[in-house]
């Protein structure tokens, strides 16, 4: 009787919590519109349009905290029960167009089948073929709590509204044995990402005998089939029918195993990080890959061990997180624009605003530059924020200056590593071809310059990036390597740094620790962007299309100056043509620049952010996620090169092999690759304008940078007497920029805007070359008129 009145008792609550699931499904409505939520997705299911069905518990809490409260404590049971409300209260589909497919056929095919054995099967087989609910089931069901990317940030904390746990994500250390078969929010990092392979929901059996089928459901991670056909004819007849599976007839889900690790801020001093991992299936698969830091909501479940792990272990159970939703703390750049067409990106609908109060009223039309006949162009909000931002007179350092903006100076640095986050477009030939567009830089200089902030703080704002030091990385932790999956023990390539960066950046930092035969394996990604393996019977070729940051001390520690450059950066040339730009920054003494510095250090460590600009003078600089959208919108454009601006890089190419032919203690190696990575500069610079044209002042600045990043190596020779590296006076090298521009242009005038893009070019400022056209004007050698344009006295041959 006991046991009679306790099965009653689970049957009625049962019951009652099926009721009550099909009464939120059925009426709960969204605060904004009124409209039936849940009705309305399991239309969409009903049409074929969705293939799960996402209920957020904090709609779940505000409707009923107590059915909130039982989903979260035993989240695998309410799974049945939602499905099974889901399923009552499907709507019949609108939609008449929608063909049949294999599910529609089998289950019409069974059907007929089981009206026409209806007379022969006697009733006590009823409810062997009934077709289970799973397996002619459209959808999955699905508990999330909706946390957003900024809830990763370490700074998130709970609204008195999500009582769904103490916090709204978890460290891995928070899950104890009490929250076993709850949902939980854990964060981590995604460290291997299995194949997603099969996994079998229904198996459908077929005796060979009398023809019944008979389906078996699986629940757990081992079952046992069926061989013996528990049909009342093959009983009757005394036959033993032998059952065959069937797999055309059983049902498969997608499945695929990650692993979670602990986030290095979430690791107590003197541990190692957790690990834990998790089960995806369905449409959860392939959302995230190895490198990505994410939140995962998911189901905190224990496995027992098999085999001889189970002896061994006796009662201690393993534990896995069966995943409901995954959210990712940084979008990748195509993600980023697939969530702001669809008018969810972060922070873009406040970006809309800010650009329609500036004046765009329309909202989403605006004119577009190259547009045919100045036609208007749709945008999304993402694009018109950043539009917004590219129209301002400042905006190539205001986004510079946004990147790391507590270090203190290092502007060009800043522009150079904008630039490398932004990258060229990759051209692909017809003949197979494959020129990479992702920007390579390596900064080498003395101890304490900043250069591993700077390396962080670009792994921060890039969307996909891996951070490594060259001691602690071998050529296989670089590459790949060869190990064997726990689930199949089958021998599996595992992704190094560079795979794992794939369309992303990867930063080295102490680059001239690496041995030589590991800093060899960087070769080929840097220049083809692959990774070639041949090992253990696996011959294949991995994608590295990975943008290489690097930092580096000089070969003495410091730089030497009574040594050649070539000396001091103990780099073979093969390495040092593969980066485009090789900054070399050194620490001189210099009082005004020291008391800054100080100064700016100061005020950080006393606020805990860098000095505020000068708002007459210059703009804010971008939050992280405001910068990383606009970089999203830029790299949707495909700049070209001009026909006309061909002889213009041609000539200065030829210029800088000059210039190095010139020098017998030369800072770099230009060879063809210099000549490609100005192309690759001037195109970034171009997506950083959101034009689809390079302009002759993106070869510029291109060169100009290229100058600069030797700079302060001109400049300490100089303080060491080298005549034979001694920098030309820059109001002497301005004039003689003008005057070979007169002489090969043949004309007596040149004007003031061609005098200011030369004197960029090369590096002279701007207040040098007004120096230069007063001085020289004073001297008689030519007359500056009203537009400051030069007017040579006596020709240009004078």
Same mark, same amino acid.
């Given at each position: 009787m ?12 049962y ?12 009426s ?16 969409d ?14 709609? !779940?809490? #505000?409707?009923?905290p107590?059915?909130?409260?039982? *989903?979260?404590g ?22 008449t ?12 095919q ?14 006590? @087989?009823? @409810?062997l ?37 103490e916090? #709204? ?14 949902? +939980? ?7 291997? &990402? ?6 079998? =929901? ?11 089928e ?13 061989t ?14 032998? !059952? ?11 499945? =695929?195993?990650?692993?979670? =690790?602990?986030?290095?801020?979430d ?11 998790i089960?995806v299936?369905g ?48 979008q990748?750049?195509?993600?980023s ?34 547009a ?38 290092? +502007?060009?640095?800043k ?16 003949? $197979? ?43 296989? $932790?670089?590459t ?6 726990? *689930? ?7 992704? /190094? ?10 930063c ?12 060899? #394996? ?53 390495l ?33 952010? #860098? ?29 070209l &090169?001009?026909? /006309? ?82 920098r ?16 090969r ?9 061609r005098?200011a ?5 090369? /590096? ?16 008689? &050698? ?7 344009? +030069?007017?040579? +006295? $006596?020709?240009?041959?004078?």
């Amino acid at each position: 009787m006991a046991s009679a009145s306790m099965g009653s008792m689970l049957s009625g609550k049962y019951s009652e919590a099926l009721s009550s699931a099909r009464l939120f499904l059925s009426s709960f409505s969204s605060t904004n519109g009124g409209d039936l939520k849940y009705l309305s997705n399991l239309q969409d299911i009903a049409n074929r349009k969705r293939s799960s069905l996402i209920i957020d518990m904090n709609d !779940l809490y #505000a409707y009923d905290p107590e059915l909130c409260e039982s *989903v979260k404590g035993n989240t695998k049971r309410y799974m049945n029960v939602f499905a099974e409300a889901a399923d009552a209260a499907m709507p019949p589909a609108t939609d008449t167009s929608i063909p049949d497919d294999v599910i529609d056929t089998l289950t019409r095919q069974r059907r007929e089948a089981q009206r026409e054995q209806e007379g022969d099967t006697p009733a006590a @087989d009823d @409810d062997l073929q009934q077709l289970p609910a799973v397996l002619t089931r459209r959808f999955e069901v699905l508990f999330t709590n909706a946390v957003k990317p900024e809830d990763l940030k370490p700074t998130a904390t709970t609204t008195d509204k999500d009582k769904l746990s103490e916090a #709204a994500v978890l460290p891995l250390r928070a899950l104890t044995a009490d929250r076993i078969g709850s949902l +939980v929010c854990v964060r981590g990092i995604i460290t291997k &990402v299995t194949d997603v392979k099969p996994q079998l =929901q229904v198996a459908t059996y077929t005796c060979d005998e009398c023809g019944f089928e008979i389906y078996q459901e699986i629940t757990g991670g081992q079952y046992m089939p069926i061989t013996e056909c528990p049909a009342t004819v093959c009983r009757t007849r005394k036959v033993n029918g032998s !059952l065959f599976h069937q797999p055309r007839g059983s049902k498969f889900v997608k499945y =695929q195993e990650v692993k979670l =690790q602990e986030l290095s801020g979430d690791v107590p001093i003197g541990h190692t990080p957790r690990s834990l991992t998790i089960h995806v299936r369905g449409t959860l698969t392939r959302t995230a890959s190895a490198g990505d830091s994410v939140a995962i909501t998911g189901i905190f479940l224990p496995v027992p061990f098999t085999g001889y792990k189970a002896m061994r272990a006796g009662l201690i159970a393993d534990t896995y997180l069966e995943a409901m939703n995954i959210c990712k703390e940084k979008q990748s750049f195509d993600e980023s624009r697939g969530s702001a067409e669809g008018g969810s990106a972060d922070g873009s609908a406040e970006a809309a605003e800010a650009a329609a109060a500036d004046g765009n009223q329309e909202g989403a039309i605006v004119p577009v530059e190259g547009a045919a006949g100045g036609a208007a162009f749709v945008m999304d909000a993402e694009e018109i924020a950043a539009r917004h931002i590219a129209n301002s007179p400042d905006a190539y350092d205001r986004l510079a200056r946004s990147i790391a903006p507590e270090i203190y100076g290092f +502007v060009d640095v800043k522009k150079a590593l904008l630039l490398l986050l932004v990258g060229a477009p990759t051209r692909q030939l017809t003949d $197979g071809l494959r020129i990479r567009g992702d920007v390579h830089i390596c900064l080498m200089g003395d101890p304490g310059v900043a250069k591993s902030q700077l390396l962080k703080q670009v792994c921060q704002v890039a969307p996909r990036s891996v951070y490594t030091t060259g001691r602690g990385s071998s050529g296989v $932790g670089l590459t790949a390597a060869v190990t064997r999956d726990a *689930v199949t023990n089958e021998l599996v390539l595992e992704g /190094g740094a560079l795979v794992l960066a794939d369309n992303g950046v990867c930063c080295i930092d102490e680059f001239d620790k690496m041995d030589e035969s590991d800093r060899t #394996a960087i070769h080929e990604v840097m220049e083809q962007q692959t990774v070639s393996i041949a090992k253990a019977g696996i011959t294949t070729t991995l994608n590295a299309r990975t943008s290489v940051l690097s930092a580096a001390n000089p070969k003495y520690g410091r730089y030497d100056l009574r040594a050649t450059p070539s000396e001091n950066i103990d780099m073979p040339a093969a390495l040092l043509s593969r980066f485009d730009l090789l900054f070399l920054i050194l620490d001189r003494s210099d009082r005004d620049r020291d008391e800054r510095l100080a100064h700016h250090v100061l005020h950080v460590h006393a606020h805990g952010a #860098a000095p505020d600009p000068d708002a007459e003078v210059t703009a804010a600089g971008l939050t992280p996620e405001q910068l990383r959208s606009y970089i999203s919108v830029a790299r949707r454009r495909d700049p070209l &090169v001009p026909t /006309g601006l061909a002889d213009y890089v041609a000539a200065a190419y030829a210029e800088l092999r000059k210039e190095e032919a010139a020098t017998d203690r030369p800072h770099s190696y230009t060879t063809a690759r210099t000549l490609l990575a100005v192309l690759r500069l001037g195109s970034a610079l171009a997506r950083l304008r959101l034009a689809d044209e390079v302009a002759q002042a993106d070869v510029d600045e291109a060169l100009r940078l290229m100058r600069v990043s030797k700079a302060s190596l001109y400049a300490e020779a100089e303080d060491a007497g080298d005549a034979r590296r001694r920098r030309a006076d820059p109001v002497s090298a301005a004039f003689a920029l003008i005057r070979e521009e007169a002489i090969r242009t043949d004309a007596s005038v040149v004007t003031h805007e061609r005098c200011a893009e030369l004197a960029t070019g090369a /590096g002279i400022s701007a207040e040098d070359l007004e120096e230069c056209l007063n001085e020289y004007a004073e001297l008689n &050698v030519w007359v500056l008129n009203d537009n400051r344009d +030069v007017v040579l +006295v $006596g020709g240009a041959d004078e």
